[in-house]
């Protein structure tokens, strides 16, 4: 099957987009079909998870055969659940967690998957080569893939994270990687200088004579690769049929998903669900005190000119939302010269207007809301006092968003709430948001914050201390192809 590229050039079929990444005019894969291919999703969420997750991915990427066996080898014994994804209740909220995987944050549930994807492709390819990941981080990506990759026969894998731009358990779980193909470099900057950095060095790189020689082919592991995006789309139907199970909805009642929101991919992945038939209501976009995506619902006017802030919530610390490419392609019906022409100016003026026409399309399955860092920490407190529940700041950004969502009127009978990480990343605004005073260190604060709250610290984040820290490369974002090209020439991964 071919899926698209945002930007109108050549399609690809699902293997070589998952290997490739990006599109070699640089827009996103799209798969423009969903809407139209027939998916029996009601009896899919009667399946255990594992055998749902391989039917829906079948039908999300269906040039790879064995799906059964991919998703045993993704996900068997990494996950400290066997309903992978719980859905739990705090008050009238309803969380989904995400976060019960090796490196405690959402990005597990794909980056489990997207190397054994890879391994496949690159097999029934007959590709002998190495596919080298390069992957930009606001601070989960990097080691939910570094977690994925290492040590992966035929894949190599860079991580770029900006300088003071993670929380120092994000960088501790990422320098202290072992592995012998990984290698992992800061940026000086914040993410967009990071994200763009990477982005160069992939147009720059794609002819390189030197890496075709030595039989190296870039690939990406951020949310742009499909094979990140399918595997998400999984937890919307697990999260629907636990409602089911819970006796808040009846086969067929619409549910409205909130969702913590950066690079667009999350939410973009609940929009592929809806097209597959799920009985989505609405999609609750939200987003932290970087609100640019709140603004571009409420005006259809997309304007990255603002200050960049440095929020609790890092992992939504983003200016530049990369999915959101695909959902004006497919809101558009396709119009690859009109996603080129928006994507162009973002790039050469920092702003794109999304004719009205268009926009109410959009409206018509998302909303959108935003969170400021005292309303971030309020929400917090607030749900540990009066519901036992201990949200991290991204999580507690999303549940602002769904009590504003129910207040305004427009909600469906049943909400789910994303939650997309461990509390205990973010143990130092976690413990000043429920009133408490962080006391030394990030690691001291998770032993703080645990003893206070009487919950454990999740196994990959207490083993962390003392663990030897292995990279400490710091560089320029336009160093980035350089780096990249040194480092596969002393092969050091
Ligand atoms: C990546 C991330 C997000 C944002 O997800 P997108 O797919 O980029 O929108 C939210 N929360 C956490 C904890 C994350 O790591």
Redo the contacts with the bound molecule.
């Keep these: 099957m071919q899926v698209q590229s945002t930007r109108g050039g050549s399609g690809a079929d699902c293997r070589e987009a998952v290997l490739k990444g990006l599109a070699p005019d640089g827009g996103l894969y799209v798969d423009d079909s969903l809407r139209e291919r027939f998916f029996p999703w009601d009896e899919v969420l009667f399946l255990p998870p594992l055998k749902a997750a391989a039917r829906i991915l079948s039908h999300l990427l269906p040039d790879f055969e064995n799906m059964d066996e991919i998703v045993q080898r993704s996900y068997a014994g990494k996950f400290d659940t066997p309903a992978l994804t719980p859905l739990v209740r705090a008050g009238d909220h309803r969380i989904l967690e995400l976060f019960h995987g090796p490196t405690s944050?959402?990005?597990d549930v794909a980056l489990s998957v997207l190397p054994v994807l890879m391994t496949e492709a690159k097999k029934a390819d007959h590709d002998a080569g190495k596919t080298v990941i390069l992957t930009a981080t606001?601070?989960?990506?990097g080691k939910a893939a570094l977690e994925g990759f290492h040590d992966v026969e035929g894949t190599g894998i860079i991580v770029f994270y900006p300088d003071g731009g993670v929380s120092p358990v994000q960088r501790a779980q990422m320098v202290t990687q072992p592995g012998k193909n990984v290698k992992v470099c800061a940026v000086s900057g914040n993410f967009d200088d990071c994200q763009n950095g990477v982005k160069r060095a992939f147009a720059a790189l794609s002819e390189n004579k030197e890496l075709a020689a030595s039989g190296c082919a870039l690939s990406s592991a951020n949310?742009i690769n499909i094979g990140r995006l399918a595997p998400q789309t999984v937890y919307y139907f697990l999260a629907y049929r636990q409602l089911l199970d819970m006796d808040d909805i009846r086969l067929g009642d619409p549910v409205d998903f909130v969702v913590?929101?950066?690079?667009?991919?999350?939410?973009l992945a609940a929009y592929q669900a809806k097209q597959m038939g799920l009985p989505v209501g609405k999609l609750i976009c939200a987003s932290n005190a970087n609100r640019v995506l709140t603004d571009f619902f409420e005006t259809g006017v997309y304007d990255r000119r603002r200050e960049f802030l440095r929020t609790t919530s890092p992992?939504?610390d983003i200016l530049i939302s990369s999915n959101l490419e695909r959902l004006l392609y497919l809101a558009s019906d396709g119009a690859g010269a009109f996603v080129s022409a928006c994507m162009k100016a973002l790039a050469r003026e920092g702003v794109y207007t999304v004719p009205e026409e268009i926009m109410a399309r959009i409206r018509e399955d998302f909303a959108a809301a935003s969170c400021n860092e005292a309303q971030c920490a309020e929400t917090i407190g607030r749900v540990w006092r009066e519901c036992g529940y201990l949200a991290d700041p991204?999580t507690a950004v999303a549940l602002h968003a769904a009590d504003k969502w129910k207040a305004s009127g427009q909600a469906a009978k049943a909400i789910v709430t994303l939650s997309?990480?461990s509390p205990f990343k973010f143990p130092g605004a976690v413990l000043s948001a429920i009133g408490e005073e962080a006391e030394g260190d990030e690691f001291s604060q998770m032993e703080q914050l645990s003893r206070i709250t009487r919950l454990p610290i999740p196994q990959g984040l207490a083993c962390l201390r003392g663990k030897d820290v292995r990279f400490s490369d710091v560089i320029d974002g336009s160093e980035i192809e350089n780096y990249v090209l040194n480092t596969i020439r002393k092969g050091e991964i």
């Design positions: 944050a959402f990005k606001s601070g989960d990506t949310s913590p929101t950066g690079n667009f991919g999350d939410i992992s939504m991204h997309t990480a």
